[in-house]
């Protein structure tokens, strides 16, 4: 198997050499931030995970949505809201005149209202959205778990309430859409706390939201990355992520035990505006097998799944979805995956999925988990049939911590770690308008926002080697659907082809911590091939001298983006030589 392809290289399989973790322990033991934090570093317990139980059916919960217009967070006295939906995570039911929902539920189950446009749910003091119930009378059974799970909620409350509170909410709104924060130490969080921090504060976003991997198994690193995230000033949603899971769980069930505990069930949904998000779990745990030898519990043994409760559960709410509406899908895997090499990090379910949504045009679904950017275009092929032909738009977003913080270090000593195409660790900023218009802007961390492509070529060119020197372009978030040309000294454009190639900066950064492993955070992942990648040839019959090459992006939502370089042609091919061997001085 070529590990090149897998997401996750870092942490998830057998292999001794995890050189996340061994830092993790290295640095645990230094650390007196963890003192002063107070924060468990936890290493696993030995404990065999205990059998899941049975399921009892715990009948009917029943409550009521109101405007908590004296926030009180108390119903009575209080008018109802109308209209609004509730879910039990399969079925979806609507509010009654009164503002009264009924659903049935299992030990397991969460009850959760729809945030419904113009109205905002309770969030908590770190800016996480409290829109639910989690119905688990005994808790999770996790007494062998590393991380704490679900506290025994006891029998069903008699009326589970939930107070909405008025939001404006125009038809035009942007939001933070990231990947993969997945720290697995707190230097980790540190370096995401001081690279994220300063800029998501100043975006003007209604929410982010987080597609899975939010921390690196360590499920302890929760509540320190809800404090720095609280610091950006707006409201979370989370997916759950394959290394957000309960490693010792026996079973899928209760693989995001703590995940909930902090961050509510893993399936929910809410709209803002005229779009309807819809976050689902992805991640199918296959079950604990055994501890290996360094005392972890292994871990890869997950894969891309939708199960047939989830696809009930979105079909139930798009049926309640007007078609002029959007959807968006948010999973933490993949939907679709060309660099999928073992069948694990696609969702095999994905065409079920897109069956579903045929009946609405304006789709749109998110993921993480690669840790690159990846745009798919899909229509019939994929199973949907979208009126007026309409096309599915999956993108997959790159992550803030690149390829998992390892490599080179930069000048304020954190790991440059692009992602394994080439990107610079990044995020997204997506503005919907009304129903029908959205723009996806991908945004590289400490970068302007303008700098959205890399221009690879050499800096001296051999006049007879001209017409085979290639003009190499990364345009971070390309999609077939985006144009490159380049032009010499204002001449004539010349088009780049688009293609799956390595990006050749991130293997020279590569083969430099490959080189020198111990001067940064150890060595870089392989490289993957990604489509975002455009090359043409050099004209052959330049003069000798100074040139510059100016090239011309079209992005996949028509902006434009423009980067210029110089080089310089010569003819004697010592001074090629001269420059390869590190000096810039010209030979006199
Ligand atoms: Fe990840």
């Given amino acids: 198997m070529n590990r090149s392809h897998l997401p996750d290289t870092p942490a998830e399989d057998d292999g001794q050499a995890d050189s996340s973790r061994r830092a993790f322990f290295k640095q645990a033991g230094a650390l007196s931030l963890a003192a002063m934090s107070g924060l468990a570093l936890t290493r696993p317990a030995a404990a065999m995970p205990r059998a899941a139980r049975p399921l009892p059916n715990d009948g009917l919960a029943s409550g009521i949505v109101f405007h908590d217009a004296n926030r009180s967070g108390r119903a009575r006295g209080q008018a109802g809201i109308p209209g609004v939906l509730v879910s039990n995570g399969v079925d979806v039911a609507s509010t009654d005149e009164r503002g009264r929902y009924e659903l049935p539920v299992q030990d397991g189950s969460a009850v959760f209202v729809i945030k419904p446009r113009g109205y905002r749910t309770r969030i908590d003091s770190l800016n996480l959205?409290?829109?639910?119930?989690?119905?688990?009378?005994?808790?999770?059974?996790?007494?062998?778990?590393?991380?704490?799970?679900?506290?025994?909620?006891?029998?069903?409350?008699?009326?589970?309430?939930?107070?909405?509170?008025?939001?404006?909410?125009?038809?035009?709104?942007?939001?933070?859409?990231?990947?993969?924060?997945?720290?697995?130490?707190?230097?980790?969080?540190?370096?995401?706390?001081?690279?994220?921090?300063?800029?998501?504060?100043?975006?003007?976003?209604?929410?982010?939201?987080?597609?899975?991997?939010?921390?690196?198994?360590?499920?302890?690193?929760?509540?320190?990355?809800?404090?720095?995230?609280?610091?950006?000033?707006?409201?979370?949603?989370?997916?759950?992520?394959?290394?957000?899971?309960?490693?010792?769980?026996?079973?899928?069930?209760?693989?995001?035990?703590?995940?909930?505990?902090?961050?509510?069930?893993?399936?929910?949904?809410?709209?803002?505006?005229?779009?309807?998000?819809?976050?689902?779990?992805?991640?199918?745990?296959?079950?604990?097998?055994?501890?290996?030898?360094?005392?972890?519990?292994?871990?890869?043994?997950?894969?891309?799944?939708?199960?047939?409760?989830?696809?009930?559960?979105?079909?139930?709410?798009?049926?309640?979805?007007?078609?002029?509406?959007?959807?968006?899908?948010?999973?933490?895997?993949?939907?679709?995956n060309r660099g999928d090499s073992d069948g694990k990090h696609a969702t095999p379910e994905f065409p079920e999925l897109l069956a579903i949504l045929s009946g609405h045009p304006h789709t749109l679904s998110l993921s993480g988990h690669t840790h690159v950017n990846l745009n798919y275009l899909l229509g019939e092929q994929m199973g949907y049939r979208a009126p007026g032909g309409a096309l599915h738009h999956h993108f997959n977003v790159t992550a803030p911590c690149g390829s998992w913080y390892r490599g080179p270090l930069d000048h304020e000593g954190i790991p440059y770690s692009p992602g394994r195409d080439g990107s610079p660790k990044g995020y997204a900023v997506l503005r919907?308008?009304?129903?029908?218009?959205?723009?996806?802007?991908?945004?590289?961390?400490?970068?302007?926002?303008?700098?959205?492509?890399?221009?690879?070529?050499?800096?001296?060119?051999?006049?007879?080697?001209?017409?085979?020197?290639?003009?190499?372009?990364?345009?971070?978030?390309?999609?077939?659907?985006?144009?490159?040309?380049?032009?010499?000294?204002?001449?004539?454009?010349?088009?780049?082809?688009?293609?799956?190639?390595?990006?050749?900066?991130?293997?020279?950064?590569?083969?430099?911590?490959?080189?020198?492993?111990?001067?940064?955070?150890?060595?870089?992942?392989?490289?993957m091939l990604t489509d975002h990648h455009w090359r043409a040839k050099l004209p052959g019959h330049l003069a000798v001298g100074w040139h510059a090459v100016e090239v011309e992006a079209t992005g996949h939502f028509g902006d434009i983006w423009r980067e210029r370089r110089t080089f310089t042609v010569v003819t004697d091919p010592a001074d090629v030589e001269h420059l390869n061997q590190g000096t810039r001085t010209p030979r006199g």
């Avoid at 492509?453 to 007879?464: A, F, K, N, S, T």
């Fill in 432 to 527: 919907f308008r009304g129903g029908s218009d959205y723009h996806i802007r991908f945004k590289a961390l400490r970068q302007s926002e303008d700098y959205q492509m890399q221009v690879y070529l050499p800096e001296l060119v051999r006049r007879d080697a001209l017409d085979s020197t290639q003009v190499h372009v990364n345009l971070f978030a390309g999609s077939t659907r985006s144009r490159v040309r380049m032009r010499i000294d204002s001449g004539e454009w010349i088009r780049l082809e688009q293609g799956e190639h390595h990006d050749p900066a991130y293997l020279a950064l590569q083969a430099r911590s490959q080189a020198h492993p111990d001067a940064g955070e150890g060595e870089l992942p392989n490289p």
């Fill in 129 to 336: 959205p409290r829109f639910y119930y989690l119905h688990h009378p005994t808790g999770t059974p996790d007494d062998g778990f590393l991380y704490r799970g679900i506290e025994p909620t006891g029998s069903l409350p008699e009326s589970i309430d939930f107070p909405l509170y008025e939001n404006r909410e125009p038809d035009e709104f942007d939001v933070l859409v990231t990947a993969d924060p997945q720290p697995y130490n707190l230097p980790h969080l540190q370096w995401y706390a001081r690279e994220t921090i300063p800029e998501f504060k100043r975006l003007p976003v209604a929410f982010g939201i987080v597609l899975g991997d939010v921390v690196g198994d360590h499920l302890d690193l929760y509540d320190p990355y809800n404090r720095i995230n609280a610091l950006a000033g707006f409201p979370w949603y989370h997916a759950f992520g394959n290394h957000d899971m309960n490693f010792m769980a026996a079973d899928d069930r209760h693989a995001s035990s703590t995940f909930q505990r902090v961050f509510g069930p893993t399936d929910y949904a809410f709209t803002h505006g005229q779009v309807h998000f819809i976050v689902l779990n992805n991640v199918f745990w296959e079950g604990f097998t055994r501890m290996r030898a360094d005392g972890w519990p292994r871990r890869g043994q997950y894969r891309g799944h939708l199960r047939p409760t989830q696809l009930r559960f979105v079909k139930n709410l798009v049926e309640r979805i007007p078609a002029e509406d959007r959807i968006v899908v948010c999973t933490h895997i993949p939907m679709i």
